[in-house]
């Protein structure tokens, strides 16, 4: 089966989410890659290190901002040069908006929203939660090529080796696709790593008490060097911006380790750190939902459990 | 002016939910609701209304008895309902709904698409790039801060970065988050009004899209199975007795997280 997966970059790097779907689909068949962009072409050598045999390259001052229409144009280009089975997509805010576009300009089938990809019987095959996660759908598609978006935080990186061809394309622009302009590109800086690159995530709830306390959880952060996320409660509050929100209306998350403090963990915010490799949860509510998902619970005060946990981690990470 | 605010007719957020097994579809045959998602999108273009004026219309694809929730636009000050309500749409996936509906938004033809962010029964969030493909206009999607100024739309947006700022010509398509306004309650006069405003059912035929490209036949996935999910392992909860610390530790070092 032959992969065409969409490389999002963000300042002269490849963006994780990406590049986890460019391993997975070379684990499941032919993986090729197109990246788009303006003053790209040295990220294209770095895709081949996970899998890509070939990276379609356009480099056009025109895709030079991370807007979705002309991409789709992009694409539509790349996909009447070369055949491929199936487009795959990372979610994030541009992904997504690029690839259900596509799905109506080609009147292709989109599935999102995927947790896994598999080949069974030749088929390609995604899997989808629904219903808070509750059921796993499996799904296919009937026409071509197939399109899936992948949810944020689902695949790993892995690191092959390999090197890709480059090859470079023209495409060819509609106007509409460029008609909306990027007026503004205003970007947070923020310590330490963003919360979709964090191996480590320390979130943090309203049993919090109060923005004041956040030193707590940034410390724990630190110590474990992790990020820092927040609820949607507390975003809401205004006690953390909102790159840091984590669930259904925030980001989807996936580090190795997550930490939950003075999170309750209702289904909204579940569906954005479940799989998340080990969940350790510190509320004082032995009924919050977050303990039945946990790997591991401690009911009790997080303003003496944070504080120690972190003396302890740092001691730990000295010796 | 004239803005159109897409609408789903979602089950109601308090009903257990299900997936028919035959159908493999959400079971929609319970009580239903205007997708909260979608006040803010009807909260943003009555805003934009009564600064600049001109219609509000919701557009919506869905049973017959969406109407009368779709009657709480109406009672927030909405002008009229378009709702495409045809047996053959059932079941329509992506590709199939922008279709249908964008062929419903096309008959209208606003100066302005509104979406809002997500439908709260599906995590797609994908809907209004489709639409605008169709329709062929520039979009902005997840806006926070909305403005219209010189036949432009100027949105402001979150992403995984930070904010951008997006002008778009009009006639625009824009999906906005929840986070662009507190929407307002419907008045009881704005209640005993809704009924009496203009609301209007059409079949696919009224629009001209064929039985053929809409509902499953017109869809381009299928739903094959249904599975449990993947089991998580075993879950351990202790109550803190000044050790909770130590043992979160142990328990990190156990696993190799650390």
């Given at each position: 089966?032959?992969?065409?997966?969409?490389?999002?970059h963000?300042?002269?790097?490849?963006?994780?989410?990406?590049?986890?779907?460019?391993?997975?689909?070379?684990?499941?068949?032919?993986?090729?890659?197109?990246?788009?962009?303006?003053?790209?072409n040295?990220l294209?050598a770095?895709?081949?290190?996970?899998?890509?045999?070939?990276?379609?390259?356009?480099?056009?001052?025109?895709?030079?901002?991370?807007?979705?229409?002309?991409?789709?144009?992009?694409?539509?280009t790349?996909?009447?040069?070369?055949?491929?089975d199936?487009?795959?997509?990372?979610a994030?805010?541009?992904?997504?908006?690029?690839?259900?576009a596509?799905?109506?300009?080609?009147?292709a089938?989109?599935?999102?929203?995927?947790?896994?990809?598999a080949?069974?019987?030749?088929?390609?095959?995604?899997?989808?939660?629904?219903?808070g996660?509750s059921?796993?759908?499996?799904?296919?598609?009937?026409?071509?090529?197939?399109l899936?978006?992948?949810?944020?935080?689902?695949?790993?990186p892995?690191?092959?080796?390999?090197?890709?061809?480059v090859?470079?394309?023209?495409?060819?622009?509609?106007d509409f696709s460029?008609a909306?302009?990027?007026?503004?590109?205003?970007?947070?800086?923020?310590e330490?790593?963003?919360?979709?690159?964090?191996?480590?995530?320390?979130?943090?709830?309203?049993?919090?008490?109060?923005p004041?306390?956040f030193?707590?959880?940034?410390?724990?952060?630190?110590?474990?060097?992790?990020a820092?996320?927040?609820?949607?409660?507390?975003?809401?509050?205004?006690w953390?911006?909102?790159?840091?929100?984590?669930?259904?209306?925030?980001?989807?998350?996936?580090p190795?380790?997550?930490?939950?403090?003075?999170?309750?963990?209702?289904?909204?915010?579940?569906?954005?750190?479940?799989?998340?490799?080990?969940i350790?949860?510190?509320?004082?509510?032995?009924?919050a939902p977050?303990?039945?998902?946990?790997?591991?619970?401690?009911?009790?005060?997080?303003?003496e459990?944070?504080?120690?946990l972190?003396?302890?981690?740092r001691?730990?990470?000295?010796? | 002016?004239?803005?159109?605010?897409?609408?789903?007719?979602?089950?109601?957020?308090?009903?257990?939910?299900?997936i028919?097994?035959?159908?493999?579809r959400?079971?929609?045959?319970?009580?239903?609701?205007?997708?909260?998602?979608?006040?803010?999108?009807?909260?943003?273009?009555?805003?934009?209304?009564?600064?600049?004026?001109?219609?509000?219309?919701?557009v919506?694809?869905?049973?017959?008895?969406?109407?009368e929730?779709?009657?709480?636009?109406?009672?927030?000050g909405a002008?009229?309902?378009?709702?495409?309500?045809?047996?053959?749409?059932?079941?329509?996936?992506?590709?199939?709904?922008?279709?249908?509906?964008?062929a419903?938004?096309?008959?209208?033809?606003?100066?302005?698409?509104?979406?809002?962010?997500?439908?709260?029964?599906?995590?797609?969030?994908?809907?209004?790039a489709?639409?605008?493909?169709?329709?062929?206009?520039?979009l902005?999607?997840?806006?926070?801060?909305?403005?219209?100024?010189?036949?432009?739309?100027?949105?402001?947006?979150?992403?995984?970065?930070g904010y951008?700022?997006?002008?778009?010509?009009?006639p625009?398509?824009?999906?906005?988050?929840?986070?662009?306004?507190?929407?307002?309650?419907?008045?009881?006069?704005?209640?005993m009004?809704?009924?009496k405003k203009?609301?209007?059912?059409?079949?696919?035929?009224d629009?001209?899209?064929?039985?053929?490209?809409a509902?499953?036949?017109?869809?381009?996935?299928?739903?094959?199975?249904?599975?449990?999910?993947?089991?998580r392992?075993?879950t351990?909860?202790?109550e803190?007795d000044?050790s909770?610390?130590?043992?979160?530790l142990?328990?990190?070092?156990?696993r190799?997280?650390?």
């Amino acid at each position: 089966m032959k992969f065409l997966v969409f490389l999002e970059h963000h300042e002269g790097r490849l963006q994780k989410d990406a590049l986890g779907l460019l391993s997975r689909a070379a684990s499941l068949g032919d993986a090729e890659a197109v990246l788009l962009g303006s003053e790209v072409n040295e990220l294209a050598a770095e895709a081949g290190k996970y899998g890509a045999t070939r990276v379609h390259v356009d480099d056009d001052v025109l895709l030079d901002k991370a807007l979705p229409q002309p991409r789709v144009d992009a694409l539509e280009t790349l996909l009447g040069n070369e055949q491929f089975d199936a487009v795959l997509f990372a979610a994030s805010v541009l992904s997504a908006d690029v690839a259900a576009a596509l799905a109506a300009r080609l009147d292709a089938g989109l599935n999102y929203d995927l947790t896994d990809l598999a080949v069974e019987d030749g088929k390609l095959v995604g899997k989808r939660p629904a219903l808070g996660d509750s059921v796993y759908a499996d799904v296919g598609w009937t026409s071509e090529p197939h399109l899936a978006l992948v949810r944020s935080g689902t695949f790993e990186p892995k690191e092959a080796g390999g090197s890709a061809e480059v090859a470079p394309f023209e495409s060819r622009f509609q106007d509409f696709s460029l008609a909306a302009t990027m007026v503004e590109q205003a970007h947070e800086e923020s310590e330490g790593p963003s919360i979709e690159d964090a191996d480590v995530i320390v979130a943090a709830g309203r049993g919090l008490g109060g923005p004041d306390n956040f030193g707590l959880v940034e410390e724990l952060a630190k110590a474990l060097g992790g990020a820092v996320a927040a609820t949607r409660a507390v975003v809401d509050a205004g006690w953390y911006p909102y790159s840091t929100q984590v669930g259904q209306t925030g980001k989807t998350v996936s580090p190795k380790l997550y930490v939950a403090v003075g999170i309750s963990g209702a289904i909204q915010h579940k569906v954005g750190m479940q799989s998340s490799g080990l969940i350790v949860a510190i509320n004082k509510d032995p009924n919050a939902p977050i303990f039945e998902y946990a790997d591991f619970g401690v009911v009790g005060d997080l303003h003496e459990i944070v504080p120690k946990l972190t003396e302890l981690v740092r001691a730990r990470k000295a010796a | 002016m004239k803005i159109a605010v897409c609408a789903k007719y979602v089950p109601e957020s308090t009903a257990a939910r299900r997936i028919d097994p035959q159908t493999k579809r959400l079971d929609r045959s319970g009580e239903g609701a205007l997708n909260p998602f979608d006040v803010n999108a009807v909260e943003e273009a009555l805003r934009l209304k009564e600064a600049g004026g001109g219609e509000v219309v919701i557009v919506s694809l869905g049973p017959e008895r969406a109407l009368e929730a779709m009657r709480r636009a109406l009672a927030m000050g909405a002008d009229r309902i378009v709702l495409v309500a045809d047996e053959a749409a059932a079941g329509s996936d992506l590709v199939a709904t922008s279709r249908v509906l964008a062929a419903a938004l096309e008959r209208e033809s606003p100066d302005l698409v509104l979406f809002g962010q997500q439908a709260n029964d599906a995590d797609g969030a994908v809907l209004w790039a489709a639409i605008a493909e169709r329709l062929q206009r520039p979009l902005i999607s997840q806006v926070a801060e909305l403005s219209l100024e010189d036949g432009k739309a100027r949105g402001k947006r979150q992403t995984e970065y930070g904010y951008d700022v997006i002008d778009a010509p009009l006639p625009a398509v824009v999906a906005v988050s929840d986070a662009i306004n507190e929407p307002r309650y419907p008045s009881l006069k704005g209640i005993m009004g809704a009924k009496k405003k203009p609301q209007e059912t059409v079949s696919l035929a009224d629009l001209g899209v064929g039985a053929e490209e809409a509902g499953e036949a017109g869809s381009r996935t299928t739903v094959e199975a249904l599975n449990d999910p993947p089991p998580r392992g075993d879950t351990v909860k202790i109550e803190d007795d000044g050790s909770g610390a130590e043992k979160i530790l142990e328990f990190l070092q156990e696993r190799k997280a650390i």
